[in-house]
């Protein structure tokens, strides 16, 4: 049994995750396995990015897949979390190893043109979608 915030099969890499979850039939065991990288790698943006590659691989559309890049967007526009209100400079949070703030236009659309190049058209065009909306 896995409880929230405790990986349930020890720290999953972005490699691991993404392997397994190519791997895995079951949404839902996806979506805990995707969890369960998040708590492990929570500095990690690009594990937004592979996670969308994953649902496109097994047959998302282009609405589940922005849904879950904006999340992975906003997730990295503020590293302090939505939590944080307070009208102030958020790139001074620190969350896990991002110390430089928040992720840039620019590196989401380099994830972007990286999954255009190995064939994930779907997920390149939401995540172009979501950082329009959110950055």
Known sequence: MSFAGTPHSGPLSPADFYVQALAEADAGKRRRMF???RQSNPASYQLWVKAA???????ADQTKLKDLLSRGVTVFK?????????????????????????????????EASAAEKIGKGKTAAALHEAVGEVL
């Open 35 to 37: 969890a369960d990288a």
């Open 78 to 110: 503020n590293p302090g979390g939505t939590h944080c209100t307070a009208n102030h400079d958020h790139s001074t949070h620190s969350v896990s190893g991002i110390a430089d703030g928040p992720v840039s236009k620019d590196i989401w659309l380099h």
């Open 53 to 59: 590659e994953v649902e496109e691989h097994w047959g």
